[in-house]
């Protein structure tokens, strides 16, 4: 995992009523450059009719936590191999310029009833970043159970929390699937019956086994629980999306509609 420091360019400011995953579209810097072709994000008809020349790369990720009344956003982005963001971060300086697509409302996957009695949070690598914030700005005394996967023990993490969490922490086995081990973690746990809510960010195709586990043995109704496939296993560059319960199956490797409210900007 590398934490990288955005600092805002210019006068704009992020937005400072986030919370828990609350997601951020970031535009990077083609393979071999270190700034990021905002410019094109900016033209006027953009996201509303198709525009002449090729989109520059972008992708969802998670704002860790938000710094200077929005000026400074810290995103932790999972190291792997072939992808986009991943390879920027690991060459990533000071100096860097990046694209955020700001404005609007704060968008978050995570919104746990009120009477939530209990949180289970499931997240592999890719959800680690929107997980820890939660954990992180839970109520005093908030019971959350969280199953993460990691690749190594050294991946594991120290989360800071008012509330009442404890983690089961899991190791992908060499040649497993990333994913499976989450699988059966949920499986395996007892059927809470008191109301609760459950949140799940991991690749696409164990977040589905999942949600089948919470619907099915939890009994667990769709405004209970809030499951998300990151990513696709054997795709690269592939943006989040969530399972939803009256979209067909299928494994996520499609180009999303934009939906930036506003212009880019640098950071």
């Known amino acids: 995992m590398v934490r990288v420091h955005l600092e805002a360019v210019g006068d704009w400011r992020w937005t400072t009523d986030g919370q828990g995953d609350e997601r951020i579209d970031l535009a990077f810097p083609v393979p071999g450059e270190t700034v990021a072709e905002i410019d094109f994000f900016n033209q006027d008809d953009y996201g509303v009719?198709?525009?002449e020349g090729t989109e520059p790369p972008w992708r969802h990720y998670t704002a860790r936590r938000v710094h200077d009344e929005g000026r400074t956003i810290v995103v932790d982005l999972a190291v792997h191999d072939g992808g986009l963001a991943s390879d920027w971060a690991v060459r990533a300086e000071p100096g860097h310029v990046l694209g955020v697509f700001a404005g609007g409302d704060s968008r978050s996957y995570y919104d746990a009833p009120a009477d939530a009695g209990w949180r289970l949070l499931v997240a592999d690598p890719t959800g680690l970043p929107g997980l820890g914030r939660i954990v992180e700005e839970l109520a005093p005394g908030a019971v959350a159970h969280a199953v993460v996967e990691v690749p190594t023990l050294e991946d594991r993490q120290e989360l800071e929390t008012r509330g009442d969490v404890t983690y089961t922490w899991l190791v992908t086995a060499q040649g497993a699937r990333t994913g499976a081990a989450l699988v059966?973690?949920?499986?395996?746990?007892?059927?809470?019956?008191?109301?609760?809510?459950?949140w799940v960010a991991c690749e696409s195709a164990a977040s589905r086994d999942i949600r089948r586990t919470l619907r099915t043995a939890w009994g667990m109704p769709r405004d209970r629980h809030q499951v998300v496939g990151y990513w696709t296993a054997g795709a690269v560059n592939v943006r989040a999306d969530r399972d939803d319960e009256d979209a067909p199956p299928h494994d996520h490797d499609h180009e999303h509609e934009h939906d930036h409210p506003e212009p880019a900007h640098q950071h």
Do not use: C, I, S, W
């Open 184 to 198: 059966e973690a949920v499986r395996d746990l007892p059927v809470l019956e008191t109301p609760g809510y459950a």
């Open 49 to 51: 009719v198709p525009v």
